[in-house]
């Protein structure tokens, strides 16, 4: 059997080794090569390699003589998809990422507390949660989430001040609730915001038909507004109502 086999060239230098290039070795190794891996030591090793090979960045692969180029395109030219998104490119990892975790610890809260998974709590506790994790991922760059904000939500466009109160109030609710604690202010807190978020999506999509990224996630969300961001809103309006009915009934 021919052995197959690639050349690679990394950046590993002192102060800097390059991660996309352990990664592109360690998957041609995975795909049956056996690499020649050259290591680029010094920026200027680096920079007259790029200048031979008419490349913008580092590492570059070649198979029987021919360059594939990057980590990205060593993936594509073994069928897989890309590991960034492209620009524009949309995607729902980030948020099936999240409501995953959320049911998970919710479930598992529910195992710790009353030794089974399956109660009406985990599932009190699965929204919750993902309520505090999605404002977790606003909080991390609140400018940028406003900005994104803006471009559907009907109340911050009326009153800009709500695009930053939003992921507050959002992450309130949700530790309150995961609490069982002041329902009196989450419970109308998370109705409110549920509601207006809900009303503010169903519009822009449903209504306007206008293709937009949710805040959702964050203000560098490539999550695409419509069906999730709904349900998003939903989960609100419904926990606010059922924890509201739960405490005053």
Not at 14 to 40: A, W
Request: hydrophobic share 45%.
């Amino acid at each position: 059997m021919t052995t197959k086999t690639a050349k690679v060239y990394r950046m590993v230098m002192d102060d800097h080794t390059c991660p996309y290039g352990i990664k592109t070795v360690d998957l041609l190794k995975r795909q049956g090569f056996e690499v020649e891996d050259h290591h680029l030591t010094s920026r200027d090793e680096t920079d007259a390699f790029k200048e031979k090979h008419q490349v913008e960045t580092t590492p570059q692969t070649f198979i029987n003589g021919d360059r594939i180029g990057g980590y990205d395109d060593v993936r594509e030219h073994f069928g897989k998809s890309r590991s960034q998104p492209e620009e524009g490119e949309t995607s729902y990892q980030p948020v099936v990422a999240i409501f995953a975790v959320a049911l998970l610890l919710g479930l598992g809260l529910s195992w710790s507390f009353f030794e089974t998974p399956f109660t009406v709590r985990a599932a009190e506790w699965f929204v919750s949660l993902s309520m505090t994790l999605l404002a977790l991922q606003k909080l991390q760059d609140v400018r940028s989430f406003s900005t994104m904000f803006l471009n559907y939500d009907l109340l911050a466009q009326r009153w800009v001040p709500y695009s930053f109160i939003y992921p507050f109030g959002e992450a309130a609710a949700g530790i309150l609730m995961t609490a069982g604690a002041l329902t009196w202010l989450s419970a109308p807190l998370a109705l409110f915001i549920g509601t207006v978020g809900a009303v503010s999506v169903f519009k822009a999509v449903y209504i306007d038909k206008r293709e937009l990224k949710c805040a959702c996630v964050g203000g560098g969300s490539n999550v695409p507004l419509g069906f999730v961001s709904l349900t998003e809103n939903l989960f609100m309006i419904g926990m606010g109502l059922w924890m509201g009915f739960k405490a005053f009934a």
